[in-house]
């Protein structure tokens, strides 16, 4: 007799999935800003990644998973790729490589309005060996055609596009086009997650980036950049989500910013932080924000694991 545990076969639904069934991982990346996790959103339909007009707003390989009848595409949303300055950067370029691996296929995003900002770090993409990419040049809404045509020029010199699109991910312009492109590209398979989701993260990771696109709304400057922000216990009621989150600072000094005046900038914070994650959760939420000093946080392997970062 064997000491593993007892499996109930009964307990497995039994699913058929049409033979022609298709499943694969599609990573988007491209550089800062570009409009990645915009893309993401308008693929999946919900906002699951954050999306802010300053660049370096992920830092985590986001998923967004996209079902059909025959077919899962797992999207893994990206950090701009960047050359690192500090350990966090190396982190999100690592976030980066990892989305690279494990991806069927590539979507190469760029802004179109801008031709160096386009072809900057492109090396990076072109020893991406034995993966389709697909060049897809965004802002389409508001770059000319012009621009579009260079961009496409001068990155083919580099790497060998399965195809190129032009899209706005904003007006979800040429979108439909390129899901039926990636569609007709992956690989036979069976789902790798059930159906129903569209995220394989949990609740608390979607609050921790809620809170941090408010630090990147509502503060200038660095500080957005030196902040994390760690929820220490998210625990759910029917009616009411209660959460307790950290936002840990590099700097003595940045906590009266964080702060501000009479405590009138956290409570902002709060007060918008809270409104969108009901949004996403659906219910009430209690949001209790506590700031913590981590000094020079960015720059330490312990508390960048800690932070989920590694
Ligand atoms: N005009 C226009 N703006 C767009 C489009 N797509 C994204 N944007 C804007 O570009 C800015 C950056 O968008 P994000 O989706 O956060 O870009 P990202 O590539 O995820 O940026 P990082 O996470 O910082 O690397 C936001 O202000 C978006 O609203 C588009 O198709 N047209
Ligand atoms: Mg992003």
Same mark, same amino acid.
């Given at each position: ?18 033979d ?7 990573? /988007?990346?491209?550089?800062?800003? +570009? =409009?990645?996790?915009? @893309?993401? *959103?308008? #693929?999946?339909? $919900?906002?699951?990644s ?22 899962q ?65 965004n ?5 000319s ?5 260079e ?15 032009? /899209?706005?991910?904003?007006?979800? +312009? =040429?979108?439909?086009? @390129?899901? *039926?492109? #990636?569609?007709? $590209? ?33 503060y ?84 960048l ?6």
């Open positions: 007799m064997s000491d593993g545990p007892d499996i109930f076969l009964d307990d497995f639904e039994e699913i058929n999935y049409p022609d069934h298709k499943s694969g991982f599609v990573a /988007i990346i491209g550089r800062p800003n +570009a =409009g990645k996790s915009t @893309l993401l *959103n308008a #693929i999946i339909g $919900e906002k699951l954050v999306v802010t007009y300053k660049a370096q707003t992920t830092r985590h390989r986001i998923t967004g998973i996209y079902s059909d009848e025959k077919t595409i797992v999207f893994l949303d990206t950090p701009g790729m960047l050359s690192p300055e500090y350990k966090l950067h190396e982190a999100m370029m690592a976030a980066v490589d990892k989305a690279r691996t494990d991806a069927d296929i590539i979507i190469h995003l760029v802004d179109g309005r801008n031709v160096e900002k386009a072809v900057e770090l492109v090396s990076y993409l072109a020893n991406s060996k034995g993966k389709k990419i697909l060049l897809a040049i802002k389409m809404d508001e770059a055609e012009e621009n579009a045509t961009i496409e020029k001068k990155l083919s010199e580099e790497i060998d596009y399965h195809s190129v699109f032009k /899209i706005s991910a904003l007006n979800k +312009a =040429g979108v439909d086009e @390129l899901i *039926n492109t #990636i569609k007709n $590209e992956l690989p036979d398979g069976l789902p790798y997650y059930d159906k129903d989701i569209l995220s394989n993260q949990p609740q608390r990771f979607f609050a921790e980036e809620l809170i941090r696109e408010q630090l990147f709304l509502q200038d400057k660095e500080v957005p950049y030196s902040c994390a922000v760690n929820v220490v216990s998210y625990s759910e009621e029917e009616e009411i989500d209660h959460i307790h989150a950290e936002i840990v600072i590099e700097r003595d000094s940045q906590k009266g910013i964080i702060i501000g005046n009479k405590g009138k900038a956290i409570k902002k914070l709060g007060i918008e932080s809270r409104k969108s994650i009901e949004t996403l959760v659906g219910k009430k939420v209690n949001l209790q924000l506590f700031v913590k000093v981590r000094k020079k946080w960015r720059q330490n392997e312990t508390f694991k800690s932070f989920g970062y590694r």
